[in-house]
Structure formats: structure tokens, C-alpha cells
């Protein structure tokens, strides 16, 4: 668990992004966050893929950790939808954020480490490149898996890096030149996550650092670029899982 001065200065990193994020979208300069949608139909598509269709009938019940001001929950075909982030008072009072949202998602503000919903509520749960950002990823776990049902699934994914690169992600970490990302993940230590709070992946995949590398290094942004000299380019790791039979 960080300290408590270390995630509010991660919050405050977190919503400076989507301030700057939402007065480009109102001055047209970039899209409306349709990357939303296209992830909901990368999930529903993997879902059934996995032999889960009846997560994608429209009839389960989802939960969305960390959403956002949308959320892939926004599009994702359920009977009931929630999304929960402690950032949502910001995202509520702000007109060119709440535009992008559906009037049947259920937003509401709160942290993943003390979820307000009854145990086994949910059918799936979706925390989509959210838990290296919060406060206690340990309770964080627990609680997502306490108002997960016995049959339903995780959706999670997590921005990793390689072995040296964790150790020089820590590192700037502790020197805050990342505030945003309080943790750091590998890909197998994302596995770990999983197997210690009793999850049984049935699909883990791990995307490219090579591929990652190449873009920061031909990246425009400074930024980007120093990330791949420095051996910090993120791939991401996604997984969808079940709790484990033993559990």
C-alpha cells in the first residue's frame, strides 16, 4: 500500500490528464474517447470466444473499477451496469465528459478497496489499466473478488514492464517523475496478482515490449522517447479469469 500523500498526488496527476484530455475533445482537437467503445467490442468478442457468451446477452450484471469519465462499461451489452471512480465528482461536473456517457450506466464515485456493493452482486467485473493507480492493489483484489459471483469473471488489465524496467520504473517512482502510476507490474508479477487472490486465468496475454520500445523511440513527444532509452516502454497485459475451484 502507498502512503496516503503518494495516491493523492497520483489523483491529482490523473485528473490533470483528463482536464487537458476534455478541453481537447471540446476544441475538437482530438476524438471523443471512441477507444471506449472499441475495447467494450474487444471484450465481448474475447468473452465469447472463451465459451462466456452469456456474459455478452445483455442479461449479466458488470461492474467497471476505475472507469473513467465512460468506461467500457459504457458500451458493454449488460441488464445492469455500474462504474465506480473516485474521480467521479470531477467527471460529473464536467459537461464535455458526462456528453460522452449512456444514461443507463450507473455511475458513482468510491474506491476499488472499499467497493459499496453487496457480496457476489456482479457477474463480471472490469478493471481495465486501473490497478497500478490505486491506493492498497492487495484490498483492492479482495474487494473485487468479494462482490464478483461464484461463476462470474474478471476482465483486468495492467500496462507492464520488463524486469529492468520495473526496477527503473521504481526508482523514478520514488523521485515522483511518474505520479500517475504508484505501482509498477511485470507480467509476472500481474500473474502472481491473480494466483494470490485466488484467480485462475483462462487467457493471459502479453503484449510486445520490442513493439512498444520501436513506437516511444519513434514517437514525437520527447517523453516517449526517453521512456524507450530508458528502458521503461509499457506493454500491456490483459487477462480474463475465474475464481479458483479451491477458493
Known amino acids: 500500500m502507498v502512503s496516503a500523500a503518494r495516491w493523492q498526488r497520483a489523483q491529482q496527476y490523473e485528473r490533470g490528464y483528463w482536464e487537458s484530455l476534455a478541453t481537447n475533445i471540446a476544441g475538437g482537437t482530438v476524438s471523443q474517447l471512441d477507444w471506449y467503445r472499441w475495447r467494450s467490442d474487444q471484450l465481448v468478442d474475447r468473452l465469447r470466444a472463451l465459451g462466456l457468451g452469456r ?61 459499496p456493493f453487496e457480496s457476489g452482486r456482479f457477474d463480471l467485473t472490469i478493471i481495465e489499466n486501473c490497478i497500478d493507480h490505486v491506493r492498497d492493489v492487495s484490498a483492492g483484489m479482495r474487494e473485487i473478488k468479494r462482490v464478483l459471483s461464484r461463476t462470474g469473471a474478471l476482465y483486468l488489465t495492467v500496462n507492464c514492464r520488463t524486469a529492468w524496467g520495473f526496477v527503473v520504473h521504481r526508482a523514478l517512482s520514488r523521485l515522483r517523475v511518474d505520479a500517475g502510476h504508484p505501482h509498477t507490474f511485470t507480467p509476472r508479477r500481474a500473474a502472481a496478482l491473480l494466483r494470490d487472490h485466488g484467480f485462475t486465468p483462462l487467457q493471459f496475454e502479453v503484449g510486445s515490449y520490442a513493439v512498444a520500445r520501436r513506437e516511444d523511440l519513434a514517437a514525437p513527444e520527447l517523453r516517449a522517447r526517453i521512456k524507450a532509452v530508458l528502458g521503461v516502454s509499457e506493454f500491456l497485459v490483459s487477462a480474463v479469469a475465474q475464481q479458483s475451484p479451491a477458493q
Open 55 to 115: 456474459l455478452t446477452a445483455g442479461r449479466a450484471r458488470v461492474l467497471e473499477v476505475g472507469s473513467g469519465p465512460v468506461g467500457i462499461v459504457g458500451f458493454f451489452p449488460a441488464a445492469e451496469r455500474v462504474a465506480i471512480d473516485p474521480l467521479e465528482s470531477y467527471y460529473a461536473a464536467n459537461p464535455t465528459l458526462t456528453a460522452l456517457r449512456s444514461p443507463s450506466v450507473e455511475y458513482r464515485g468510491g474506491s476499488v478497496e472499499a467497493l
